[in-house]
Structure formats: structure tokens, C-alpha cells
């Protein structure tokens, strides 16, 4: 299986812009590269995602490496609300399999 | 536009029971996934059921069961209950409209299930 790895925690200053990294070098052509967040006694909750191409949403941007082994979310302006645990995923588009690192924490200081 | 949700909050059993945990898709989806989540880690994916067929399996023995109705709800059963299998679990239900499946993913906020 295809996984990825995330740094453990991160910290970053209210309304500045936060780069959370993703390693994926096992990826596969059939893969998308999810991010979702999960806060606190809350399921995971959708930020973004993408296969080749770098994707901009209204939360988020997501940067893919050219030959899709890393990714990066970046949030533009950190608020305190965005402290979560965030997780970089990879869907397997044939088995509807999603693999789940273990996350980095954003403590987001005021 | 109802979200997921998922029964009960909590629940206690022992060593050796059997549990049924349910989920209740959003409204038009016709994808549900369930994954576990033990404390301190990421959910790791039990399986996935398309149009009442399971069409995904992560690496869970077959203790591990599930089923989709004709109205998309779903139910996890886990027979033999093992002290590890103490973990929120979690169901996940999205719209699959054929193509890749890439779609995204809406959660429930889970089931905590402590094993004694």
C-alpha cells in the first residue's frame, strides 16, 4: 500500500501563511492525494485535493510535485480555527481505498 | 441537507461480544466507507460499499462485516470482539458517479467503542 508521511506537529502565528509537507514517494498513477483535517471528538473534514495539477479552494491551496512524490498544503492565513490534525491521503481511484498517515498537528498561537 | 450521522456516541462491550454500529449516509450519496481510528492515530480504511456491494477491503480480518441498505444507510458488525478493537470508527459516505473514485469524502463524528 501507498503511504505517506507527515511531520508530527507544526506551529505558526495567527494570519500568517502555514506550509504543511506530505512524502509520498510510493504513489501510483491511480492515486489522488486528499487532505482533510479532523478537529478535536469531530470526524475528518474535506480541505482538498488533486492529482497532477496544483488546486486553489476557498480553505486552501494545494502544491504537487512535479513527479507527484510530495505535496504541500498551504494555508494562506492561519487562524486559530485551523488548529487541527491534518492529513495528507491517497486514494486508490480503483479499490475507493483511502490511506490515512498519522497527521500533523497545527497549533496555530494567537 | 442532513450530514452524516452515526449511533450510538458510545458504547461498552466485552471481550468476545459482538457489536453493530450504524450510519446514516447524507442525502443523495450512494458511498459509504467505514474506517477505525484508535487513539492518537490516523483512520485506517476497514471497507467501502458501493450500491450495497462492497467494493473496497483495507487489511481487516473478516470478524469485520458490513452492509448498505436499499437507503444507503450502513452498519459495521465485528464479531469476536478483541481488546484492540477499542477505537472511534468512523463512516464516511460520498456520491460516486462513476469514473475515478476521487470524490470527496463527508464524515460522521463516529462511534467510540471501548472493549473490556
Known amino acids: 500500500d501507498a503511504k505517506t508521511t507527515q511531520p508530527n506537529s507544526m506551529e505558526s502565528n495567527e494570519e500568517e501563511p502555514v506550509h504543511l509537507p506530505c512524502n509520498h514517494s510510493t504513489i501510483s498513477g491511480t492515486d489522488y492525494i486528499h487532505w482533510y483535517r479532523q478537529l478535536p471528538s469531530q470526524g475528518p473534514e474535506y480541505v482538498i485535493h488533486?492529482?497532477?495539477s496544483n488546486v486553489n479552494n476557498r480553505m486552501a491551496s494545494l502544491a504537487i510535485a512535479e513527479d507527484r512524490k510530495s505535496s504541500t498544503l498551504i494555508l494562506h492565513r492561519a487562524t486559530l480555527r485551523d488548529a487541527a490534525v491534518y492529513y495528507c491521503i491517497l486514494r486508490d481511484t480503483n479499490a475507493g481505498k483511502s490511506t490515512f498517515g498519522d497527521g500533523t498537528t497545527l497549533t496555530v498561537k494567537p | 441537507e442532513t450530514g452524516v450521522t452515526q449511533s450510538p456516541t458510545h458504547l461498552i462491550k466485552t471481550r468476545g461480544q459482538q457489536v453493530t454500529l450504524r450510519c446514516s449516509s447524507q442525502?443523495?450519496?450512494?458511498?459509504v466507507s467505514w474506517y477505525q481510528q484508535a487513539l492518537g492515530q490516523g483512520p485506517q480504511f476497514i471497507f467501502q460499499?458501493?450500491?450495497?456491494?462492497?467494493?473496497g477491503r483495507g487489511n481487516f480480518p473478516p470478524r469485520f462485516s458490513g452492509l448498505q441498505f436499499p437507503n444507503y444507510s450502513s452498519e459495521l458488525n465485528v464479531n469476536a470482539l478483541e481488546l484492540d478493537d477499542s477505537a472511534l470508527y468512523l463512516c464516511?459516505?460520498?456520491?460516486?458517479?462513476?469514473?475515478?473514485?476521487?470524490?470527496?469524502?463527508?464524515f460522521g463524528p463516529g462511534t467510540r467503542l471501548l472493549v473490556l
Open positions: 442525502s443523495g450519496h450512494n458511498t
Open positions: 488533486g492529482l497532477t
Open positions: 460499499y458501493y450500491r450495497e456491494e462492497e467494493n
Open positions: 464516511a459516505s460520498s456520491l460516486l458517479q462513476g469514473g475515478p473514485m476521487q470524490e470527496t469524502q463527508y
